[in-house]
């Protein structure tokens, strides 16, 4: 161990070791998913919501690669921007709609009973 503010000794076995090294680097290290050069995938989950991903990670759970679709970062984001234009998720699409309907359906109904006082 080392004291706050003292200089970490290289001798130390730990400090030397490759793997505290490699854990060194990787945490130093740009995220793949701000490098230019990564190969991505996109991602779509049940709720018709998309991602990109790095290809060679493994699809986490929930989403669904979208076949055919891989590239470099400008080519997966070209693609998303194109497919993804509604922001909403799925379910709330669907909500909405059903309380279009439904509210079409009441001013129909509403209508119609309007109609039948008048005449009747």
Known sequence: MFNRGAVP????????SPMFNR????????S??????ETFIVLVNHEEQ???????????????????????????????DATWTDMRPKSLRV?????????SGAALHKADTDT?????
């Open 9 to 16: 000794d290289r001798r130390d076995p730990v400090l030397a």
């Open 23 to 30: 854990i060194k680097d990787a945490c130093m290290s740009t």
């Open 32 to 37: 793949c998913f701000d490098r230019e050069d």
């Open 50 to 80: 998309y991602s990109i991903w790095p290809h060679w990670k493994a699809v986490p759970g929930g989403w669904t690669a979208v076949e055919g679709v891989k590239g470099d970062k400008k080519t997966v984001l070209d693609y998303v």
């Open 95 to 103: 909500w909405m709609q059903q309380q279009e309907q439904a509210g």
């Open 116 to 120: 039948e006082t008048a005449a009747g």
